[in-house]
């Protein structure tokens, strides 16, 4: 039986993983829906057989002492404790390691992630309906007493729930009722497990709500309940609302080399081909990122390439084939280093914006993708046009926008740009820093269109141009606004073109570009246009 | 003989980890110093009671000082003489810091008291109203209700409107209560508006962090095991002999004082000793002064050091262009200027780890993660992350501390930064 619960143990116990086993539990719950009342509180629990502290640890290669350290600190069975503070990096096995400990000791506890339970309410909620026992399906004339909304409420609930559990487990155990005790789980002990607790600084009133998680201790007085709070921010970004309680603090470091390579060479299938490899491509990922997620996504398609020069699966590799697949892989290591990267980090853009649009997420990825695939993304002509005529508007100082765009064809750019004495020269590398420290400007629709008719002008008179896209344009400019609007409109969607807050000032919408030089070189060039001729340079 | 030995270890642990958590039983030698704050709190308490008076007063004193505890204590004691005479209703600022809340709430707790129905949908008047009649009620009966406001700091945010309601309704001859404000904020009643404060009795209980000598007997309290304790005879003198030697080892009290020394309270070193005890070992079932050590080590971190150690060797580089870039008084900065710091230092040193712009947003980001450095400015719209300014968040002392300790640091990057600040 322990033999086989390892092997179902994905491979990196992260916390996505870690989070959808505790959703597959709920889920397994929610189907077997039975009426008795001892099944139910197997909700708390893992429902496999509790693991041994050998297998325990051989789970978590690395976090020996971090793993010894909760156990000793949340003690033998029955023992009250003092809260617990688990912190450290993203990708660290904080989640897993709490919640395997748990299935370690068979003791309920509850398991509440402010990740997914991204609002006060909600989480009050999910923590009461896994404490009174049954899914809001289960018995319904309970919900509506549980819509609570206030802290206030939401403690007066938990006091119930728990004083309930607590009597019924001292109950049970007074009974000594062997088969009952072993579904309730071992001990009258009862924990409450807080996860991303750092997320919760992001809501709305969050300093009030943190501090009562941290206070609960104080405000439930109740020896038998537990509580460990898991945060990716360390303790000194709670001080100012942590009670009297302060809980113990517990650190995940990072992983080291040594570890990260001893996780990834779980569950190879050609263990010997796999470390030959990691050899050569740990150490300058290693020196980039420490976080294991990002490093075994990198390392998949490397890998790949890597097997791609043997033949055969199963043979095992020598001195003289390691050399040549290192020579191989040599040259893409440095490449992909930077490439793997690109893809940015959601979780960041969250935080900045504060808001949970799905929309956007996807088009910045999207974004992201569109700057090495070239271009593979699907523009009309026109919006292409209005695009890179929106980049400028960002770029070039509106001042400027005459000399630029006069009837030469910014010609003239090119003159003025050739007398460049000392001082202009810095005065030109003060711009540009500027320029750097400013970001992209922001420019109200007129001028947008103004620059759109413009360069579309521009393109028109080209000699050589094809007659066919003249012909567009000779469409296009004769056409209403509305068009382009509605072009405008979906180039906003596709973040592209960010709106900003209406100046109060003026009283309209201005606009701002937010996608970088590279692709918008690369827009120009699919449709040859002259772009870097029209960019001010400092 | 192993085994019962392990048995008893883990029951003595047991034991230990009870009294830690138990507040009554770590404060309960308050009781007997005549003129601690528990008598002179007691004394009030009781005299308005058998008085059949109205009284006031605030507990002041830092977090962990055991100003609840002591309240608790005397609470306990007083429903022991006086029992049918009180009612405790107990509030918190951090959940009914609202005027309307705070109101509902008193009621909720009288009518559990009371046996009477509480109804949701009152309104504020109602229950307010509702309060007065219950404090003539219990006047009448010589019933004294007591209100313990937790956080009193917190109730005057607003317009103080409970404060001035239950102090207000005191003032009439009949009712009997007592008002008592337990903060941390030791300016707690220079917070109350005038109307308030004229009606508020100026009695202050104040709490201080007690002395290297007293944490001592304290600790001695908690951790000798009592003769009486259900294990065979000689493990318990074998435990507390143990623990007299440390007690009076010149180690131990440096490691009492350097815990004390950073947070005197009595909490930290509730916090300390539960470490101490959680860190037991089972097999021998003594405790010894490495436990203590390793203890002190352990509760107090460095998690900016501890960030810094972490980070990857191109997180590193990106600290140290910050860190110049704010040697060179540059006051508004960002990744790309950064960006540009770094390949200028590249270029200079030719080191053999340059890093694309990707990588290094990748790990920009990881730093903001690690709230190492954090933008200056909060949400302003549309402009993507290389853009915004951002700032460090580690001085450059700690950065200096954090790289020395880090391991296989680039020389380079320590050259770099003792070039710019140590010149």
């Known amino acids: 039986m322990v033999k086989t619960s390892v092997s179902e143990l994905p491979k990196r116990t992260t916390r996505s993983c870690s989070l959808t086993e505790s959703a597959r539990k709920q889920h397994e719950v929610q189907e077997t829906v039975e009426p008795l009342f001892p099944s139910v509180f197997s909700n708390f629990l893992f429902r496999e057989e509790s693991i041994s502290l050998d297998v325990l640890l051989q789970h978590f290669p690395g976090r020996r002492s971090q793993v010894l350290e909760i156990l000793q600190l949340i003690g033998p069975l029955n023992s009250p404790m003092i809260p617990l503070f688990v912190y450290g990096g993203p990708s660290t096995g904080k989640s897993s390691v709490v919640t395997q400990v748990f299935r370690h000791l068979n003791r309920p506890f509850v398991y509440a992630s402010c990740c997914s339970c991204y609002s006060p309410s909600i989480l009050f909620q999910y923590v009461l309906n896994q404490l009174f026992l049954l899914t809001k399906n289960l018995r319904n004339d309970f919900s509506s007493s549980w819509s609570c909304e206030r802290a206030s409420d939401f403690i007066i609930l938990l006091k119930d729930a728990l004083t309930q559990f607590v009597s019924v487990v001292g109950e049970c155990s007074d009974k000594s009722d062997l088969k009952q005790s072993t579904a309730l789980g071992d001990g009258k002990m009862i924990y409450l497990v807080f996860d991303n607790v750092e997320m919760i600084r992001h809501w709305d009133g969050s300093s009030d709500l943190i501090s009562i998680l941290f206070k609960l201790q104080d405000l439930l007085r109740m020896v038998e309940v537990g509580l460990i709070y898991i945060s990716r921010a360390g303790p000194n970004c709670y001080y100012a609302n942590i009670g009297s309680t302060e809980p113990l603090p517990i650190f995940f470091p990072d992983y080291t080399e040594d570890d990260l390579y001893e996780i990834l060479m779980r569950n190879q299938v050609n263990p010997k081909l796999y470390s030959s490899f990691l050899r050569v491509v740990l150490k300058p990922f290693y020196r980039v990122t420490r976080r294991l997620d990002e490093l075994s996504i990198a390392f998949q398609p490397l890998f790949e390439k890597y097997r791609e020069q043997v033949s055969d699966p199963k043979l095992l590799p020598d001195e003289t084939m390691n050399r040549r697949l290192f020579d191989n892989i040599q040259p893409h290591i440095a490449p992909s280093i930077d490439e793997i990267m690109k893809v940015s980090s959601l979780q960041l853009q969250q935080d900045n914006t504060g808001k949970f649009s799905n929309e956007k997420r996807s088009a910045k990825k999207f974004h992201g993708n569109a700057a090495y695939d070239g271009l593979d993304f699907h523009m009309s002509l026109s919006t292409k046009y209005l695009f890179l005529s929106a980049f400028l508007a960002s770029r070039n100082p509106p001042t400027l926008d005459s000399a630029m765009f006069d009837s030469t064809g910014g010609s003239s750019n090119q003159k003025r740009k050739r007398k460049s004495s000392e001082a202009s020269r810095q005065e030109k590398d003060h711009n540009l820093q500027a320029m750097l420290l400013k970001g992209p400007g922001s420019f109200s629709l007129e001028r947008l269109l103004a620059i759109f008719q413009c360069i579309t002008y521009v393109a028109d008179c080209y000699p050589e141009r094809e007659t066919l896209d003249n012909q567009m344009y000779e469409d296009e400019r004769s056409g209403a606004t509305s068009d382009v609007l509605l072009q405008l409109s979906s180039l906003c969607e596709a973040n592209f073109i960010s709106k900003s807050a209406s100046c109060s000032l003026e009283g309209f919408t201005r606009y701002r570009c937010t996608v970088d030089e590279i692709i918008a070189l690369k827009v120009a060039r699919s449709i040859s246009f002259p772009l870097s001729k029209y960019l001010y340079r400092g | 003989m192993v085994e019962k030995k392990a048995a008893a270890a883990a029951e003595a642990s047991v034991l230990l980890r009870r009294r830690l958590c138990d507040s009554a039983f770590i404060f309960a030698p308050l009781r007997s110093s005549p003129d601690g704050n528990y008598s002179k709190l007691k004394f009030l308490i009781s005299n308005s009671i058998t008085e059949a008076?109205?009284?006031?007063?605030?507990?002041?004193?830092?977090?962990?000082?055991?100003?609840?505890?002591?309240?608790?204590?005397?609470?306990?004691?007083?429903?022991?003489?006086?029992?049918?005479?009180?009612?405790?209703?107990?509030?918190?600022?951090?959940?009914?810091?609202?005027?309307?809340?705070?109101?509902?709430?008193?009621?909720?707790?009288?009518?559990?008291?009371?046996?009477?129905?509480?109804?949701?949908?009152?309104?504020?008047?109602?229950?307010?109203?509702?309060?007065?009649?219950?404090?003539?009620?219990?006047?009448?009966?010589?019933?004294?209700?007591?209100?313990?406001?937790?956080?009193?700091?917190?109730?005057?945010?607003?317009?103080?409107?409970?404060?001035?309601?239950?102090?207000?309704?005191?003032?009439?001859?009949?009712?009997?209560?007592?008002?008592?404000?337990?903060?941390?904020?030791?300016?707690?009643?220079?917070?109350?508006?005038?109307?308030?404060?004229?009606?508020?009795?100026?009695?202050?209980?104040?709490?201080?962090?007690?002395?290297?000598?007293?944490?001592?007997?304290?600790?001695?309290?908690?951790?000798?095991?009592?003769?009486?304790?259900?294990?065979?005879?000689?493990?318990?003198?074998?435990?507390?002999?143990?623990?007299?030697?440390i007690f009076v080892d010149k180690k131990f009290k440096d490691v009492l004082g350097s815990v004390s020394n950073v947070d005197g309270s009595i909490s930290n070193l509730l916090r300390f000793l539960f470490r101490v005890v959680s860190s037991l070992d089972l097999e021998s079932g003594l405790l010894s002064l490495d436990n203590f050590k390793t203890a002190s080590l352990s509760i107090h971190r460095h998690p900016k050091m501890e960030n810094i150690r972490n980070a990857s060797i191109l997180e590193l580089y990106l600290l140290v262009c910050m860190h110049r870039l704010e040697v060179k008084e540059q006051n508004s900065y960002n990744f790309n200027s950064i960006m540009k710091e770094y390949k200028a230092i590249h270029d200079a040193y030719k080191s053999s780890d340059c890093r694309g712009g990707n990588a290094c947003l990748r790990a920009f980001e990881h730093l903001l993660e690690r709230e190492l450095i954090s933008f200056t400015d909060t949400r302003r719209g549309g402009l993507s992350i290389e853009y915004r300014p951002v700032k460090l968040l580690v001085s450059p002392h700690e950065l200096h501390q954090g790289l020395k300790s880090y391991p296989s640091c680039p020389v380079i990057l320590q050259k770099l930064l003792n070039h710019e600040t140590y010149k």
């Open chain 2, 53 to 245: 008076c109205n009284n006031s007063v605030l507990i002041l004193g830092p977090r962990g000082s055991g100003k609840n505890a002591v309240l608790e204590l005397v609470l306990e004691d007083l429903r022991g003489e006086y029992q049918d005479m009180i009612s405790v209703v107990r509030l918190n600022g951090l959940l009914h810091g609202d005027d309307n809340y705070g109101m509902k709430e008193i009621a909720r707790q009288l009518c559990l008291e009371h046996g009477l129905l509480f109804s949701k949908i009152a309104s504020s008047d109602d229950n307010s109203r509702f309060l007065i009649d219950m404090l003539r009620e219990c006047g009448l009966a010589h019933k004294t209700v007591i209100f313990v406001l937790d956080e009193f700091d917190l109730f005057t945010q607003g317009k103080q409107r409970l404060l001035y309601g239950l102090l207000d309704a005191m003032q009439s001859l009949v009712s009997q209560s007592v008002v008592i404000g337990v903060s941390c904020r030791l300016d707690a009643d220079q917070l109350l508006e005038k109307r308030v404060r004229s009606r508020f009795s100026h009695r202050k209980l104040l709490f201080v962090p007690p002395s290297v000598e007293d944490l001592q007997r304290l600790v001695e309290r908690i951790l000798y095991l009592p003769a009486d304790f259900s294990s065979p005879c000689d493990f318990v003198t074998e435990f507390n002999s143990k623990l007299g030697k």
